[in-house]
């Protein structure tokens, strides 16, 4: 019972994680207009936050698979 | 190269004929033809979704985007993308268990079944055909020009858009869904490999990565950072093409029937994953030939462009492979959309299978020829042509989110709204009325009109009805 509600948990904190981070993207901490600093490795801000971001949502949809309420069940049940 | 490349496309050509035979049923039905037999594992799924989301959008258009509007591409596509995969986990197994009940065949018998009104199946038959023909026809129009700027005298235009759109009917008319499955597993696989490549030779072009933005910042610094050079990237933009990005999954039949015929839901978990990260694999190179494109041929046309890039400044072998990465890359998916358009109308259709098929057979030669000739007249902006259609059929996201939510009909309510609110979209891109009102665009305040009719729609109905469970 305690694992499963861990795991409903942890699922809701993806959610939230994921949700918030779509929502920051259209902010100005990843897209400030006109702005190309600080650069990593030569690249333009924007840029490598959103990679960084993109990659972040990936590993998050990794957690989410295992934690998503349904996860173990078959398609049947 | 001529040599190279006609023996790799005879290779490609007889791949893709033994695919096609293999998968070849005797007796077809709609599960086996239409759906594959609904038993896709998540590494063919990966392929699959990928080949079929993954276009000449993003072999031609995105490089493309990223030389005219700059960094803020990356957020357009590959950041939606990822949110769209999160978004496949989170709702597709509700998707997969309302087709599972409803005995799928497309979303438009789905939605006809869902609010028990024929209506609502037509909308989203009337909304896919509409919005996905000038997909279909980009695709084609896009390579169909770069094939003729490289190749002047071998055919006209429509004499290369004629020869793709031949090649894809005979393939999937005979093999069905699974002959394209397959055929989109080798075509992902080209496409990526070709477009890794092509991206590291733009990138050693410069040495490295900090030397090419250096480049690009003394060529034209309003690349590196939004709205780039043109303003395309305001928020509202990247936002409005976010929720239309989004929403392809579940609006665009040819990507939800992928969500659908997967094995099992860890399989379309995996797939998931997996198509994230190829998203982020394959748009990564777009961006340094871009780039690359930025610096050396900042003025020079789209097919020109493209041709410089991927054939002149390219060894035989690899240019020969990347054309044939680009017919493969526009077939995917044209034959992906317009199988799926088929896949529609026989969910639409009643009546005994093998003759419904037939119709069906024959419904799908004539949105071929239709998206034939539709792509002789389009326009070339091939990335905002295709934005225009996932804002079109993301139009249809709350409807179909009703449906599968809500446990019974809420009536035509919603299959009004989105009726109305897809004719003001036409009528705005015809120029008929005003793209944007109070400085929002036109296409977010329908999304926000039709999501808002959703929600007072289930909010009326949620002491009658429960919220679906899966």
């Given amino acids: 019972?305690?694992?499963?509600?861990?795991?409903?948990?942890?699922?809701?904190?993806?959610?939230?994680?994921?949700?918030?981070?779509?929502?920051?993207?259209?902010?100005?901490?990843?897209?400030?207009?006109?702005?190309?600093?600080?650069?990593?490795?030569?690249?333009?801000?924007?840029?490598?936050?959103?990679?960084?971001?993109?990659?972040?949502?990936?590993?998050?949809?990794?957690?989410?698979?295992?934690?998503h309420p349904d996860s173990q069940k078959t398609d049947s049940e | 190269m001529i040599q190279t490349l006609i023996i790799i496309a005879a290779i490609y050509l007889a791949s893709l004929v033994i695919l096609s035979l293999l998968t070849r049923q005797k007796e077809k039905s709609t599960s086996n033809y239409l759906l594959a037999g609904s038993k896709v594992g998540s590494v063919l799924g990966m392929f699959t979704f990928a080949a079929t989301l993954f276009s000449t959008f993003t072999l031609i258009g995105m490089p493309d985007f990223f030389r005219t509007h700059g960094v803020g591409s990356w957020i357009f596509l590959a950041f939606s993308d990822t949110a769209m995969v999160f978004l496949i986990v989170w709702l597709g197994l509700y998707v997969r268990k309302k087709a599972r009940v409803n005995n799928f065949k497309g979303m438009s018998g789905l939605m006809a079944q869902c609010f028990q009104s024929k209506f609502a199946g037509y909308v989203t038959f009337i909304g896919a055909f509409i919005f996905l023909t000038p997909y279909v026809s980009i695709q084609i129009r896009g390579i169909a020009i770069f094939l003729h700027a490289t190749f002047p005298e071998a055919l006209p235009v429509w004499g290369w858009a004629s020869l793709m759109i031949l090649v894809m009917l005979l393939y999937s008319e005979t093999g069905g869904l699974k002959a394209i499955i397959y055929s989109d597993m080798l075509q992902g696989i080209l496409l990526l490999i070709v477009i890794c490549v092509i991206g590291y030779n733009c990138l050693s072009y410069f040495g490295n990565m900090e030397a090419m933005f250096e480049q690009v910042e003394k060529t034209r610094?309003?690349?590196?950072?939004?709205?780039?050079?043109?303003?395309?990237?305001?928020?509202?933009?990247?936002?409005?093409?976010?929720?239309?990005?989004?929403?392809?999954?579940?609006?665009?039949?040819?990507?939800?029937?992928?969500?659908?015929?997967?094995?099992?839901?860890?399989?379309?978990?995996?797939?998931?994953?997996?198509?994230?990260?190829?998203?982020?694999?394959?748009?990564?190179?777009?961006?340094?030939?871009?780039?690359?494109?930025?610096?050396?041929?900042?003025?020079?046309?789209?097919?020109?462009?493209?041709?410089?890039?991927?054939?002149?400044?390219?060894?035989?072998?690899?240019?020969?492979?990347?054309?044939?990465?680009?017919?493969?890359?526009?077939?995917?998916?044209?034959?992906?959309?317009i199988f799926a358009l088929g896949g529609e109308l026989r969910s639409l259709l009643d009546g005994e299978d093998k003759q419904m098929l037939k119709i069906t057979r024959i419904g799908i030669v004539f949105f071929a020829l239709v998206a034939l000739v539709f792509s002789l007249i389009s326009s070339d902006q091939l990335v905002l042509l295709a934005r225009t259609s996932f804002a079109g059929t993301a139009l249809m996201a709350p409807m179909i989110f009703t449906g599968i939510f809500l446990t019974n009909h809420t009536g035509k309510v919603m299959p009004y709204a989105t009726a109305l609110s897809m004719f003001i979209f036409i009528l705005s891109l015809l120029g008929v009325i005003p793209s944007f009102y109070f400085g929002i665009r036109l296409d977010l305040l329908l999304f926000i009109f039709v999501s808002a009719t959703g929600i007072i729609n289930a909010l009326l109905n949620k002491e009658k009805e429960p919220v679906y469970q899966v």
């Avoid at chain 1, 600093?37 to 949502?57: F, H």
């Avoid at chain 2, 933009?237 to 860890?266: C, E, G, H, W, Y």
């Avoid at chain 2, 020109?304 to 035989?316: A, E, G, M, P």
């Fill in chain 2, 221 to 337: 610094s309003e690349l590196l950072s939004v709205p780039g050079p043109q303003g395309l990237f305001t928020p509202q933009f990247l936002f409005a093409s976010f929720l239309a990005i989004i929403m392809i999954p579940f609006t665009q039949p040819q990507v939800a029937t992928r969500i659908i015929i997967m094995k099992d839901n860890n399989s379309l978990f995996r797939m998931a994953i997996g198509v994230g990260f190829f998203a982020i694999v394959i748009i990564l190179p777009t961006m340094l030939i871009g780039m690359y494109g930025a610096v050396k041929y900042p003025d020079l046309s789209t097919a020109d462009f493209i041709s410089k890039v991927i054939i002149d400044d390219q060894t035989q072998s690899i240019a020969a492979f990347a054309i044939i990465g680009l017919i493969a890359a526009a077939i995917s998916t044209s034959d992906s959309q």
């Fill in chain 1, 1 to 67: 019972m305690k694992m499963k509600n861990n795991k409903q948990l942890y699922w809701r904190i993806c959610q939230v994680t994921a949700v918030m981070l779509m929502v920051t993207t259209f902010t100005t901490v990843v897209i400030p207009p006109g702005t190309f600093a600080p650069s990593i490795l030569g690249m333009p801000y924007t840029l490598w936050l959103g990679i960084l971001v993109s990659i972040i949502l990936v590993i998050l949809t990794y957690f989410a698979t295992r934690f």
